[in-house]
């Protein structure tokens, strides 16, 4: 099948829904032929930061000669953008062959097995190990989906296990409470790994550490085994890593936002642990001179000021704040926000609420985001700035842009689906 004809295919998988649990992919892969199988893995799960650090340990791996493929989710602006190998998005021509590699096998499956329907995250995630295989990774680096028990990622037997950090999220799959949704997470550690734990509260510290000692494994705690010192930079941060083998000193991160230090510092360890050793320190500062990160705090146009965010969480938006007050402390913004409809929007605009001057409300296209309408009136009871209930994204942008003025500033925020859509609009229309 084309690029076309393979959107088509997942797309008509999306009624599926959501289904957690390990028994489809499991079948699915293994009739394959495994291809999940054959490198060492890095398996990354976390609340936020997990994109991040999944491509910096790739551009870790590559820039020490290994050819490491990524899987990422959800994507900013086109699905192939999950696929990743050399550094660069899989093509739209090599995602459609790794979905047709896929199909063969599931389409099989599906009519064999009655009430077997294949989930549209399990597709792409098959389909990853088909184009990891087609590649002839030396390595990967794997993304967890939605927590990491039951996630489809979870069939890999990951060499290293990282945990990025751990809020509350999906509470309806993951549990209530941090440490609950942390045991979720943490169920990526397996006998043969090493677990790699970013910048944690101390009760979830506790129970990496337990989690470690019951697999007999070895732990490498942010904060215990490796840190980073970072300084503000021209667009940018000026770094010192100190890893869990050796210090990479005076490192420079081309991209905002201090968490981004720590994923960095996150990265570095995850690929020290997946090596075996210390790394090349050119290398390592090759490969986050390299670093970008779309769609996070990402300065799209200027007069005014556009700023796109994918924080879609109350951590991201604490995360966002933080980095606003340090890096743009006396800029206030227009923000244009839609969400999806299981999020917790209350909480996530009360940590940006003294930052804005007025809120144009959007929603991305798909059948979960809340509508416009209902994220205005809801926002309007938490800020006392002006609320306006906004079209598209891209008309929620031109609206806003408007009340900013050329002297002003726009903040895009909620949902990586808005700024994926606003992206495209930005490229389309020559802007970008």
Known sequence: MDYTAALAYLDAHIGAGMQPGLERIRM???????????????????????????????????????????????????????????GRNATPEEFAQAVTDVAAFAD?????????????FELTTASAFAFFADQAVDAAVIEVGLGGRLDATNVVDADVAVLTGVDLEHTEYLGTTVEQIAVEKLAIAGPGSILVTGDLPEPVVEIAAATARDLGIEHRAYGRDFSVDARPAVRGWHMDIHGAETDYPDLLLPVHGRHQTHNAAVAVAAVEALLGR???????????????????????????????????????????????????????FVLVVG????????????????????????????????????????????VQVPVEAGGDPWSALEVARQKAGSEGAVLVAGSIYVAGEIRRALKAAGAL
């Open 28 to 86: 699915l892969v293994e009739t394959m032929g495994s291809p999940h199988e054959g490198y060492p893995i890095i398996h990354v799960a976390g609340t936020n930061g997990k994109t991040s650090t999944t491509r910096i340990s790739a551009l870790l791996l590559l820039a020490h000669g290994l050819n490491a493929g990524t899987y990422i989710s959800p994507h900013l602006e086109a699905v192939e953008e999950r696929l990743g190998v050399l």
């Open 108 to 120: 099989i499956l599906e009519e064999r097995n009655e009430g077997v329907r294949f989930s549209y």
């Open 278 to 332: 210390r790394l090349d320190e050119e290398a390592v500062g090759e490969a986050v001179a390299s670093f970008t990160a779309p769609g996070r705090m990402e300065i799209v146009a200027r007069e005014p000021l556009v700023m796109l965010d994918g924080a879609h969480n109350p951590g991201g938006f604490a995360a966002l704040n933080r980095s606003l007050s340090e890096e743009f402390p006396t800029t206030r």
């Open 339 to 382: 969400v999806m409809g299981d999020k917790d929007l209350e909480a996530m605009i009360g940590h940006i609420s003294e930052r804005v001057d007025a809120v144009v409300t959007t929603a991305a296209s798909g059948e979960r985001p809340l509508p416009a309408s209902e994220v205005a009136a809801r926002v309007a009871k938490i």
